[in-house]
């Protein structure tokens, strides 16, 4: 086998940076595009040429300067998330030039990472590099682990032409879910759930009172909820539970993506009906499962190799596109994850 080939290393290279707090609408002037030395590693770190980048509903919430779980963007520094890239130095680290790793330093073309926080990935694990950005990771471990999802279930998901979402109907199906049903801000997507991504029948933001679309769609109720989004699905969802429901809660988007920026979504909550029915609640982050991406890694592999899951996805190309392409997400016009490539 040929050596591995490691192209030169630039002198300078291309950081996107946050220009302001955003407070409303999220824009293009809340960006700049900076261009910067190429970052030498210290020992402990790898240096990384970024290849492609995800961008997320969560990064508009982080751009807002309220107290948060995740840390927040600062004003005038580089922002950061999910990418993938090959290692091209590794000073006394055990990496190797070459190697394709994942880590949290996206939104520039170039990184020096903690080697503790770069994950090493197979390159034949999936059929391309871009599928390790997928969030199926989120939505496989909230339907199978914490909503358990049984043969025979209905299965109500909330934002499911998200990147959760676009997948979460795919895999319901796949656990062997009987029904399965999906919101989404839409009739064009919509359409798209219904013919292409696992989804029975779908609810549109804004087409009328979501209870009564929820009616219409499951009118024997749902067993289990897949929630990215809050606020009155959430409680349209809860009027229609059926007894021992589990509903998986992962996301906020109605006040995330509200022009708050917010992660709180308050709702009110029937606790007699969550007793009498014994709805079970439970928050899913896929940070307190260290273990799961591998697992999906290999259950999305397989089913993406025998034609079984689709990875739905927009792919903007060059680090300039980045800002517009999360502007873009948050306008809700694209289906699936946005990743830009780099």
Known sequence: MSPTVVPAIPAVHREVRLAARVEGDLAPPHFTLAEVPVPKPEPGQVLVRNRVMAVTAAMRTQMA?????????VPGEALWGSAVGEVVAAPDDGFTPGELVQHS??????????????????PDALPAPAAHLSQGATAWGALRRAAEVRPGDTVFVTGAAGGVGSLAG??????????????????????????????????????????RQLRRAAPEGIDVLLDTVGGEQLMAALSLAR???RFALVGALSSQL???????????????????????????GLHAHPDLPQEWTKEFGQGLREGSLVFPHALLKGIEQAPRALCELVQGRHIGAVLVEL
């Not at 300067?65 to 963007?73: A, I, R, T, V």
């Not at 996206?106 to 770069?118: I, K, M, N, T």
């Not at 909550?269 to 928050?283: C, E, N, Y």
């Open 243 to 245: 007894p021992d429901a």
């Open 65 to 73: 300067g309220m107290p948060l779980p995740m840390g927040s963007f």
């Open 170 to 211: 795919q895999l319901a199906r796949r656990l062997g879910a009987r029904r399965v049903v999906g919101s989404t801000g839409s009739e064009r997507k919509a359409a798209l759930l219904r013919a292409e991504l696992g989804y029975d029948d779908t609810i549109v933001r804004g087409a009328g009172p979501v209870e």
């Open 105 to 122: 330093c996206g939104w520039r073309e170039f990184a020096a990472v903690d080697a503790s926080r770069v994950r090493r990935l197979d």
């Open 258 to 284: 509200g022009g708050r920026g917010g992660v709180a979504a308050p709702v009110e909550l029937d606790a007699g009906l969550i007793i009498m029915r014994r709805v079970a609640l439970r928050g899913f």
